[in-house]
């Protein structure tokens, strides 16, 4: 089987073959040179104090001249193999990254690498020989990876097997999705004492230890630190056990967390001490690849038509049609979630605490305040333990600035939070300063029923799934990242939700985490109360929201947050009486006139930006100027006086300036094809339509095919200088300089010609 040779990023495209140096039927090693390619570029070229007389009238100007300049490169065989075609020949244009301009077949195609081996045939193998892609599929090995074509068929492996078993895979996030983890020594000391209120609670509360590296600089040569051994109390979700024991026939389970390789392995020996559940299948952020962000494509790269993702954040996910996100297990309040520090930053919200607030007592809700006043002073001292640290480290750091990279330094910083965030925790026994508001009463209270809803989601998921497998035409229609959007969109059709006294103040509503969520629902929101609003959605009915939905339509329903709460957990529209709650004080009249005339100007104003973009849409539509062609300009970019042209900054060639300047912005220098001060491209910006798209200027049968179902153009020599004329047509100089650009234009397109012939 031939692998096609594409053209790479980063050519300055477009390119002109010049020698195809392989003849067909050779064996080309890699690194050969295949083929020669020419290309053209401008320089910038100092002046002499002759160029700045002044034969002009009007102010005196300095003019700048630019040079054409023709250069030859060699494009060299990424791998190595036997030549069987040529797509490109001599005289043919390039227009861009991945034309595929020959075939070769290669001896081995390194579909699987291990370490830097090819697993078939023993050759040391870089991230260029896996032409097609080199992924990471392995749970827990990083060193082995594989071709896209062998993860293709990896992935048919595994879909044929499941459903065959008829099963689905399920994602399982660690930390607040099935379990709550924390380290304040408080909880030590509570479970080992029977006359605690929590004492009952803490009973099946597990515990392990790790020792805890000490973080050093990459290049740190003097004694090592003594490790710290780090105590982590670990209590499991409500429902667990029952959870599993209904999903594990229906789904194939892998856990992906972002805690440590270590931490995910005494985790997974809790829920899971016999490995019947994830064997093997543990994806920790040691293997993850990346710090902050998880993807399906690092376990099922060209799949996932099959799989389905439970966590508590959806943002680490940016919110992927295969997950299903859940309220977060908070047991241990104003702790959170300890592996969160490699994860993006998050605002702590009332929303955040769950479901079942609605029935507390007032001294409950003052809890409430209290525990989030907690965890924001907990981030607090973390931050300012992380600035100690990294004081510490600075000395250190600065003396490795040279041999550090931005990776290994951003990973030095997630380990530092990390670190700061247990040692403030086991300092700062946040458990044991709340619990010093509820005097003799229970603070850990255990009843989340999360996994209870989210068992029968997953069944109903999954036999929604295969009934629509055996219905299908085409099997390929059973897909999760159709099914799960298409099911969640049903729960709140119809609903406009405005949020009161939840999101906090300056947030941008479509940025918040419970809008985002509730709209994958099928849901609108808004930030303040309109015609269209159907629920206002708050804690409290005294907020003013509140008040004014009741006086502006009694049909507004006011609802506790936990009626959204249980609508999400059930995939399905509850009743909103139990959760409706009571205002008592609407706005006055006064103020109900006033926001309904408010309301008004805001209607119309809306109406006039909408009128007044229409407009604008329209004029340009009819402003708008046909492409400008290839090698276009009034006076050429290139000139027949020794190659140059003379450029000066008057008002009357604005329109040169820009195009010249734009060209020196985005040059070629980098290519190192010149030791003149400033290389530019080839062609201005406003001409690559017709480079990247040679098709619309030229029939089929003027094409070759490229082996890839795509043409490269033969384009003929005329073609620039039809373009160049009919450019040249559409610019405007002043009266002064028409006939002394003109002279110069026409003898330089012709010497621009001949120097293409040659």
């Known amino acids: 089987m031939s692998t096609p040779v594409l053209t790479p990023m980063g050519l300055p495209y477009p390119i002109t073959v010049d020698e195809l140096m392989v003849p067909i039927g050779s064996y080309v090693e890699k690194g050969q040179r295949l083929f020669a390619y020419k290309f053209w570029y401008m320089v910038e070229i100092a002046n002499s104090p002759d160029d700045n007389d002044i034969d002009y009238e009007g102010p005196e100007i300095e003019k700048s001249k630019r040079k054409v300049r023709e250069s030859i490169e060699f494009y060299e065989a990424p791998f190595e193999g036997d030549l069987l075609s040529w797509n490109v020949d001599e005289k043919d244009e390039i227009a861009g990254p991945n034309m595929a301009v020959c075939e070769i077949k290669r001896p081995c195609n390194h579909d699987i690498v291990y370490g830097g081996l090819c697993t078939m045939c023993g050759k040391e193998v870089d991230e260029y020989d896996q032409v097609d892609a080199n992924l990471t599929i392995s749970h827990t090995d990083t060193n082995l990876r594989v071709s896209r074509k062998e993860a293709i068929d990896l992935d048919k492996q595994i879909t044929t097997r499941l459903k065959n078993e008829k099963k689905l ?8 999705t099935v379990i709550h983890c924390g380290v304040d020594p408080t909880i030590g000391e509570w479970k080992a004492d029977p006359s605690n209120p929590n004492y009952e609670t803490l009973k099946d509360v597990k515990c392990f230890s790790l ?6 600089p990459l290049i740190y040569m003097g004694p090592k630190p003594p490790v710290r051994t780090c105590w982590y109390y670990v209590k499991i979700r409500p429902g667990l056990k029952e959870f599993f024991e209904k999903i594990a026939p229906l789904y194939e389970m892998h856990i992906y967390t972002m805690a440590t390789r270590a931490y995910a392995l005494e985790i997974a020996k809790i829920i899971d001490p016999d490995k019947s559940l994830f064997g093997d299948r543990i994806l920790s952020r040691d293997e993850n690849g990346s ?17 389905v993702v439970i966590d508590d954040r959806g943002d680490v996910w940016n919110w992927c049609p295969n997950l299903i996100k859940v309220v977060p297990y908070n047991f241990f309040v104003g702790v959170g979630d300890i592996n969160s520090n490699f994860l993006p930053k998050q605002q702590t919200t009332m929303l955040q605490l769950g479901r079942r607030t609605r029935q507390k007592i007032k001294e409950s809700e003052e809890l409430l305040t209290d525990i989030m006043d907690t965890e924001k002073k907990l981030q607090e001292k973390i931050d300012e333990e992380v600035k100690r640290q990294e004081e510490k480290l600075n000395h250190q ?21 990390f670190s700061a965030s247990l040692e ?10 709340l619990q010093k508001h509820l005097h003799d009463q229970r603070l850990l209270i255990d009843d989340d029923d999360e996994l209870f809803y989210l068992k029968d989601t997953l069944a109903y998921i999954h036999k929604e799934f295969y009934h629509l497998l055996e219905d299908a035409s085409d099997q390929n ?10 099911l969640k969109k049903k729960v709140f059709k119809e609903c406009h939700f405005v949020f009161s006294g939840l999101i906090p103040l300056g947030t941008d509503i479509k940025r918040a985490d419970i809008v985002i969520w509730t709209s994958l629902f099928g849901a609108e929101s808004t930030s303040d109360i309109d015609e269209h609003t159907t629920h206002v959605v708050t804690k409290t009915p005294g907020t003013y929201k509140a008040r004014l939905a009741k006086a502006f339509n009694p049909d507004i329903k006011v609802v506790h947050p936990d009626w959204i709460f249980e609508c999400l957990a059930s995939w399905k529209r509850i009743d909103e009486k139990p959760y409706l709650l009571i205002v008592e004080q609407p706005v006055s009249e006064d103020e109900l006139i006033e926001f309904k005339k408010k309301l008004e100007q805001k209607k119309k104003k809306l109406e006039e930006l909408e009128i007044e973009e229409e407009e604008e849409l329209n004029e340009r539509a009819n402003q708008m100027e046909p492409t400008m062609p290839l090698f276009g300009g009034d006076t050429s970019w290139l000139n027949d006086d020794e190659d140059e042209v003379e450029f000066g900054s008057d008002d009357d060639n604005s329109d040169e300036d820009s195009l010249i300047s734009e060209d020196t912005d985005n040059g070629l220098a980098a290519n190192g094809n010149s030791s003149e001060s400033s290389i530019t491209n080839k062609v201005p910006e406003a001409t690559e339509d017709v480079l990247n798209n040679p098709s619309d200027t030229q029939n089929e049968e003027d094409q070759i095919p490229n082996g890839n179902g795509n043409h490269l153009p033969k384009r003929p020599i005329d073609d620039v200088s039809e373009n160049a004329h009919e450019m040249a047509s559409k610019k405007q100089l ?15 397109e012709e010497d621009l010609l001949n120097a293409l012939d040659d």
């Open 734 to 748: 002043t009266s002064k300089d028409d006939d002394r650009s003109s002279d110069v234009e026409s003898d330089f």
């Open 477 to 486: 229609e059973a897909d999760i990242t159709m099914l799960l959007p298409k």
């Open 397 to 417: 750091m600065a003396t490795a600035e040279e041999s550090t990279d931005q990776e290994s330094k951003e990973k030095i910083a997630k380990k530092l939070e």
């Open 169 to 176: 895979v399920l994602v399982v996030d660690l930390d607040q």
């Open 211 to 216: 020792e805890e590296e000490p973080i050093l």
């Open 424 to 433: 403030v925790q086991q300092q700062n026994r946040p458990l044991a300063k």
């Open 291 to 307: 710090l902050t962000q998880k993807s399906l494509t690092r376990l099922f790269p060209t799949d996932q038509s099959m799989v």
